[in-house]
């Protein structure tokens, strides 16, 4: 078991950036893929970036690539993602999720992941 406990939301205005960390227990995170996911009012959550075990290409959807940074510190077990140029449409609970995989690419299939954490919300004010 993967426990995954989300931090690092708030409140900020349109511009602004905050970085949001995924600290997991239980196993060693190393094995892991990471993905993290948001959920909008009154949409269907989203995928938002996914980094493999190793750190390397990571995956971004299209509507943050270039703005949002995911990176991963094995030795901390933790997984960042760092939010930049922030606009109204970032609000959204973000949730992070992890599956075992040593493959070097990632899923952007919210099935795939099979451990999530409990979401940490962000609303960005205009």
């Known amino acids: 078991q993967v426990q995954l406990v989300e931090s690092g939301g708030g409140l900020v205005q349109a511009g602004e950036s905050l970085r949001l960390s995924c600290a997991a227990s239980?196993?060693?995170?190393?094995?892991?893929?990471v993905g993290w996911f948001r959920r909008a009012p009154g949409k269907e959550r989203e995928f938002v970036a996914a980094?493999?075990?190793?750190?390397?290409?990571?995956h971004y959807s299209d509507s943050v690539k270039g703005r949002f940074t995911i990176s991963r510190d094995n030795a901390k077990n933790t997984v960042y993602l760092q939010m930049s140029s922030l606009k109204p449409e970032d609000t959204a609970v973000y949730y992070c999720?992890?599956?075992?995989?040593?493959?070097?690419?990632?899923?952007?299939?919210?099935?795939?992941?099979?451990?999530w954490g409990q979401g940490t919300q962000v609303t960005v004010s205009s």
């Open positions: 239980g196993r060693t995170f190393t094995n892991y893929a």
């Open positions: 980094i493999s075990w190793s750190g390397g290409i990571p």
């Open positions: 999720a992890a599956y075992r995989s040593l493959s070097p690419s990632v899923s952007m299939i919210e099935s795939r992941y099979d451990y």
